[in-house]
């Protein structure tokens, strides 16, 4: 129980152009969703905090309008990145709070790899 | 502020033996502690979690972590180590219980089982 599917997968995009990840919850009511960024090797970076039906929350030094965050369903939220450029490759992962006494606390999507070209 | 840190980039251990991976944390109040495992390209797994109670957890595929509270460590370990443990592992801090706080991550260490 209590998982999330992201997609895409893998997505290469031209330089310039926006492209939407979607995280949706399967079997649970997502509350609270966050989307983080990844560099090679390295830790989790969060980006934001979302809570359905409100505005997310990002963290110092993210720009607002470049990831653009919707969660606007308790099963659906969607990271854009706008006009993107090749220095916003990276690999991208949602988390969701789980509801009630539980095993982990948080589930994680399997993660996007974004390519910029 | 809260903080979680991995000391060590890389650990290298062989096929059958114990492994260590180490974490250490700060916070104000009480610590909500967390392992995860990553996979190349792919998302964590959750391996375990420190709230209250035992200072030994047991987790998922046959881990454990020894909750510190005089060292503020949580230090995840295993007693045989499967080449198929070589992974990216993370530490995690929760600001609180109430599964809508930000997780906080140590660096990653990555763990590499010889055959």
């Known amino acids: 129980g209590a998982v999330v599917s992201q997609h895409p997968s893998r997505v290469i995009c031209k330089s310039g152009t926006s492209v939407k990840i979607e995280c949706r919850s399967l079997?649970?009511?997502?509350?609270?969703m966050f989307w983080y960024r990844q560099f090679p090797k390295q830790s989790l970076m969060l980006m934001a905090t979302?809570?359905?039906?409100?505005?997310?929350?990002?963290e110092q030094g993210v720009e607002k309008d470049k990831f653009l965050i919707n969660h606007a369903s308790l099963t659906l939220s969607t990271l854009t990145v706008t006009s993107a450029h090749p220095e916003d490759s990276s690999f991208y992962i949602c988390?969701?709070?789980?509801?009630?006494?539980?095993?982990?606390?948080?589930?994680f999507g399997s993660g996007t790899r974004l390519t910029v070209v | 502020a809260q903080s979680v840190a991995q000391p060590e980039d890389q650990v290298k251990v062989a096929e059958g033996n114990p492994l260590t991976v180490k974490c250490t944390y700060s916070v104000s109040g009480n610590p909500y502690l967390f392992w995860y495992v990553q996979y190349p390209n792919r998302g964590l797994q959750f391996l375990l979690k420190y709230i209250t109670g035992d200072n030994l957890v047991k987790g998922s595929y046959g881990f454990e972590a020894e909750f510190n509270k005089s060292q503020t460590s949580f230090h995840l370990k295993k007693p045989s180590a499967l080449v198929s443990d070589s992974a990216l592992y993370f530490c995690a801090l929760s600001e609180g219980w109430s599964n809508t706080g930000k997780l906080i991550f140590g660096q990653g260490t990555t763990l590499q089982v010889k055959p």
């Open positions: 079997d649970f009511q997502a509350t609270t």
């Open positions: 988390s969701a709070s789980i509801p009630g006494p539980s095993t982990g606390g948080y589930t």
């Open positions: 979302s809570n359905e039906g409100s505005k997310a929350t990002y």
